[in-house]
């Protein structure tokens, strides 16, 4: 059996190492020589530092904004009710309904606005509350939008004036035209047909308010003014109005017992 060949480790490379250790030991010591590394260093750290620091103000700001923002938005909500609500205390005293004949407002649960702009079933479901009415119309802040129709076990069911199968007795003060008005599955459009022989001219721009007939809805209550007027057939002409109210406008809606 062969005898293992002894191996032998130079120290030269750990002395010359040494050595250049303690040469750059010396420089440094002596002349700075590493000082502008330092230097670069400490300004790279400094330079990150002041990077996350920056970066950690910006993420608080954006937070302080979200957080202001989501605060002026809930302010502005709130004051949008506010305002809806004086509106509709408003038009309360002028159908002169009784404090007790409006319950407080429904929050609007499915409102299926590409049927309300594109075909003829214009309907509303809109919350029970602790008091609510199985019979009366509805209204938000710009005026009447509709009535009941249907009593769900969770929500009430709204039929708007503009429905195609909604009418509503209405009447010209200037003119004395009475007629129901029927939904013609527009927005905010609804017509009716009268016999009364009236100046196209003179008929344009005026106001139509509902004539207390019906059992529904209260006398003189704003609905809308004439915008178009042609004649139909059997010597009848058929008057088109507009709107006031727009369903859109609110979140929820008052609904009053009919008198």
Known sequence: ??????????????????LFGLALFFLDTTYQTF???DRIKISSKNFLQSGLNGLKNSFVSVQI???EKKLLIDENKSLK?????LSVVAQQDIFNSRHEDVSPPHRIINFDTDQY????NHRMFVEKNEKSYPKGFALNSTGLIGQIIKDHSNSFELILLSDIYHKIPIYSKDFEVYCNAEGTGFERLIVCKSSKDIDKELIIGQEF???GFGGIFNKD????????FIQAEDNEYQISIEMFANPLTDEKVF???SS
């Open 117 to 120: 702009f594109c075909c003829s």
């Open 81 to 85: 009710e506010e305002l809806s609500i």
């Open 1 to 18: 059996m062969a005898n293992e060949t002894p191996r032998f480790n130079s120290r030269l490379p750990y002395i010359i190492a040494c």
């Open 221 to 228: 209550m704003p609905v809308g003014k004439a915008i178009s």
């Open 35 to 37: 000082d502008p590394l």
């Open 65 to 67: 904004n979200f957080s």
């Open 209 to 211: 308010y509902t004539s």
């Open 255 to 257: 609904l009053f017992k």
